[in-house]
Antibody
Framework: QVTLKESGPVLVKPTETLTLTCTVSGFSLSRPRVGVSWVRQPPGKPLEWLAHIFPNDEKSYSTSLKSRLTISKDTSRSQVVLALTNLDPVDTATYYC??????????????????WGQGTLVTVSS | DIQMTQSPSSLSASVGDTVTITCRASQVIADYLAWFQQKPGKAPKSLIYGASNLQGGVPSRFSGSGSGTDFTLTISSLQPEDFATYYCQQYESDQVTFGQGTRLEIK
């Protein structure tokens, strides 16, 4: 049974760094063509993709947030960590992690989402 | 970035109806298009990938079609549990983008 669960602080102050952990079970982070993605959703707003981490440890970031985001993984602990620096109240959102599955044609791979975590609401406020 | 535009932004329908939601990409994305369902206070649920492939466990009343820039999600014989918000998403580009969502309400 595949599950993902997000954890981290519920309240952070402006200018601080948010660190979120996604703990996965039912699959290995070292499995070929399996990665993890982070997506967020401000209250009442649409989904916004943040970052992917791939099986070979390569990363991909949202262009608009790239300077503030870092994604990493600890395969032995089945965890993926997302850090977002210099927080602002507009970063208040529910943060989700999701499993992504890749299929490749030549040098190009495409990554689709399947399982999602339940999400964690983070509020940025002084 | 590729922009995804959904229409309508909301619609009302009755149990048993068939509804169609449209998603348009700002450039060609082949069939690298997914649909998600989200209920209030819950995580998104993956419904369709590759424009027309159902995720495991998704009822067959859900179907997707399209390729290139224009895509549709059709829900046949609406059930009470289908009233939710639906999002399309493109994953052709390294910069994944979502549509703004379509809220499906009970008439």
């Amino acid at each position: 049974q595949v599950t993902l669960k997000e954890s981290g602080p519920v309240l952070v102050k402006p200018t601080e760094t948010l660190t979120l952990t996604c703990t996965v079970s039912g699959f290995s982070l070292s499995r070929p063509r399996v990665g993890v993605s982070w997506v967020r959703q401000p209250p009442g707003k649409p989904l916004e993709w943040l970052a992917h981490i791939f099986p070979n440890d390569e990363k991909s970031y949202s262009t608009s947030l790239k300077s503030r985001l870092t994604i990493s993984k600890d395969t032995s602990r089945s965890q993926v960590v997302l850090a977002l620096t210099n927080l602002d109240p507009v970063d208040t959102a529910t943060y989700y992690c999701a499993r992504i599955l890749g299929y490749c044609f030549g040098s190009k791979c495409y990554w689709r989402f399947d399982y999602w975590g339940q999400g964690t609401l983070v509020t940025v406020s002084s | 970035d590729i922009q995804m535009t959904q229409s309508p932004s909301s619609l009302s329908a009755s149990v048993g109806d068939t509804v169609t939601i449209t998603c348009r990409a700002s450039q060609v994305i082949a069939d690298y298009l997914a649909w998600f369902q989200q209920k209030p206070g819950k995580a998104p649920k993956s419904l369709i990938y590759g424009a027309s492939n159902l995720q495991g466990g998704v009822p067959s009343r859900f179907s997707g079609s399209g390729s290139g820039t224009d895509f549709t999600l059709t829900i046949s014989s609406l059930q009470p549990e289908d009233f939710a918000t639906y999002y399309c998403q493109q994953y052709e580009s390294d910069q994944v983008t979502f549509g703004q969502g379509t809220r499906l309400e009970i008439k």
